[in-house]
């Protein structure tokens, strides 16, 4: 899904009524958002993917716990898209979204390369050492959404935004596979927890 031909989603059969929640904001907040006059501000939407850092309490920390205790197997069906971007190349992104004067409307913040639930976990894993994770079948992906206040469509929904537009502009990732971002990720975290315990 790139900026142009990407679809929201929320309409697919057998969609749970829960996952429209968090669509239905997005789009109102960018109806809100373009329909607002601003004459002489540039307007950019930006659609970010997951962004991962080796932060306490952020995404990538929750699933790096979910793998260290032995849950890091896929969750649902592991066949939904996952999107992501490292946080070095969020900050690069939005850097250049300010520096370029041409940019305007809704542009992806996205690894170019989204992949399967089933293999983003397994090399989450890698990255750990961790050789097995016991999967999270969907409804115990609902129970613990609902534990945890959010939505399982976080969770669940299958995205595969691409980030085109930057792209296009010539903005070169520095961490476009997941392998190489995890493995950063992961040695960050530990050097983050060791400075924690000093």
Known sequence: MNETDGELGGT???????WNFSIAVAKGWEEC????????????AMRS????????????????????????????????????????????????LIAREEFCGVV????P???????????????WGIGIGWPLPGWIVEIGTWLMQTESELVLKSRRAVP???????FQFLFPQWPAAARDLVARWRGNARSEVR
Do not use: Y
């Open 12 to 18: 697919e059969p057998g969609v749970p009524d829960t």
């Open 33 to 44: 958002f373009f329909s607002t006059s601003t004459p002489r501000t540039r307007k950019i």
């Open 49 to 96: 993917a997951l962004t991962l850092s080796p932060d306490r309490g952020g995404i990538f920390d929750v699933l790096s716990g979910l793998v260290r205790h032995g849950f890091g197997g896929m969750q649902g069906t592991g066949k939904q898209f996952v999107s992501w971007i490292h946080e070095t190349d969020f900050v690069r992104g939005v850097d250049l």
């Open 108 to 111: 992806n913040l996205a690894s």
């Open 113 to 127: 390369n989204p992949i399967p639930n089933c293999e983003f976990m397994q090399v989450l894993r890698d990255a």
């Open 164 to 170: 085109d537009r930057l792209l296009a502009a010539g």
